[in-house]
């Protein structure tokens, strides 16, 4: 995806999660009654600084990064059915509410990042700076991290990239694969190892058919 399109795809998630913050205005919280830069926000956006890869979030989670809070925003059943490990849920009504330290580093995440990404700006508009969310949301986790795929003929750098990924694939359970397709989404099941809550391929190949 290019640069002006994920602006784009952003700022209108943004405009979608600014219009839904104006239900909150009745909450005792003073900071949502602050004034909103949007302009700011805008510049956040094109300049790429409000989300993270899938790489970057496993990373993060096997280097234990100080101060990491992983927030899944999906309903109940998709959480308990897979999820990122730490992963907290905190579903999008929930944020308002929940205490976030200023020095905690904050990753959200939905299935294709739409959600996630309206639940950024939620939380930039409460004030809170060291946030980001999953661009390709628990697709994108599935895809490189759970899934990873080098194709037959890559050249060295990418062999060398590819080492590196599989090495956290495998960490996380993960089956990289060498000289083969990844699987299509979301009519062919994703090969993963069962998660710590039991996840079987069928319910992980359930999660790439569902919404944001």
């Known amino acids: ?8 795809r ?25 004034r909103i830069d949007v302009s ?10 409000d989300h993270v890869s899938a790489i970057e979030l496993a990373e993060w989670i096997r ?19 897979f999820h990122i490990p730490p992963a907290e849920r905190i579903p999008l009504g929930g944020l308002v509410s929940t205490r976030f330290e200023p020095d905690e580093t904050i990753v959200l995440y939905s299935d294709g990042g739409a959600h996630a990404a309206q639940a950024w700006v939620f939380l930039r508009a ?13 697709y994108e986790w599935l895809d490189e991290v759970m899934n990873p795929a080098l194709a037959e003929g890559a050249s060295d750098s990418a062999r060398q990239r590819f080492a590196a990924i599989a090495e956290i694939s495998r960490y996380f359970g993960g089956v990289p694969r060498v000289g083969e397709q ?4 979301p009519s062919v099941p994703v090969p993963v190892a069962k998660d710590r809550a039991g996840a079987t391929t069928a319910v992980v190949a359930r999660v790439r058919g569902r919404g944001c």
């Not at 600014?18 to 205005?25: I, R, V, Y």
């Open 1 to 8: 995806m290019s640069r002006s399109s994920h602006s784009t």
């Open 63 to 81: 280097n234990q990064r100080p101060k990491l809070r992983v927030v899944d925003v999906r309903d109940s059943a998709s959480f308990d059915a």
């Open 10 to 34: 952003a700022l209108a998630s943004a405009a979608l999660a600014l219009g839904a913050l104006a239900a909150f205005a009745g909450s005792p919280r003073k900071e949502i009654n602050a």
């Open 40 to 49: 700011a926000l805008a510049r956040t956006v094109e300049g790429e600084d």
């Open 182 to 185: 990844r699987a299509s989404r």
């Open 126 to 138: 409460l004030g809170h700076r060291r946030v980001y969310f999953l661009r390709g949301g628990l």
